[in-house]
């Protein structure tokens, strides 16, 4: 693969690598088996793990961005509360935006190797999955799960999977929703260059570009 087309991998652009057509959601080619062989393993202990969300493309995650920076969508604090956005100055914005949803051609979601999974099984089937901090607090519907995956991945029994925002490190928000297959995730991951990724952005219509940029 040339850099020019891996760096369109990276960022969102080329599906080329995913399974679209896959019952459970797009993921990466080299995801797929190992997560149906996790999905078989939480059958047998009385789960069905599902994908809220997988794959996600360059234009699906820009969307997002600007629809916070302009107040189409909500950003909450560190509490999960609203946020006055245009009481902040524009680095706060980023900052308080970069806080939940990841920078545009920057998600782990472009990759198709990283999910975020719930437990269909436990809730209505018309439940609307919010992937809150309280879904997936230990008395929260997805609590059991997420308890029986924590298991899983410090056992080695994960299948690969590991969750990369387990802890609060300052940037993202913790996210116990977030699976990442490690060997294929770790290798995008290395090849993540920033230079090649200013260069990308310097011309994609992002709100907060400049103070990105900068």
Known sequence: MSPQSRLQHLTGQDDSLIEN??????IHQQAL???????????????DLAIASGYR????QLAIWNDKATGKRPVLDKQGQPLD???????????????????????RHHWGT????????????DYWVQLS??????????????????RQIESGQAKGFFRPYQRDTGGIAPERWHL????????????????DFVGFLSDKPLRLKAVVLD
């Open 114 to 125: 990283d999910i975020d999974v719930y437990d269909r099984a436990a809730v209505a089937e």
């Open 180 to 195: 990442s297959y490690a060997p294929v995730s770790c290798q995008y991951q290395s090849e993540f260059m920033i230079e």
């Open 85 to 107: 956005m245009m009481s902040l100055s524009s680095w706060q914005q980023v900052q308080s935006i970069l806080r939940w949803s990841a920078l545009p051609g920057a998600s």
């Open 57 to 60: 493309d360059f234009a699906r």
């Open 133 to 150: 901090s309280e879904e997936v607090a230990d008395d929260g519907p997805f609590g059991p799960l997420h308890s029986w995956l924590d």
């Open 21 to 26: 057509h896959s019952l459970y959601g797009a």
């Open 33 to 47: 088996q190992p997560y149906l062989d996790l999905r078989a393993d939480a059958k047998e202990a009385g789960f």
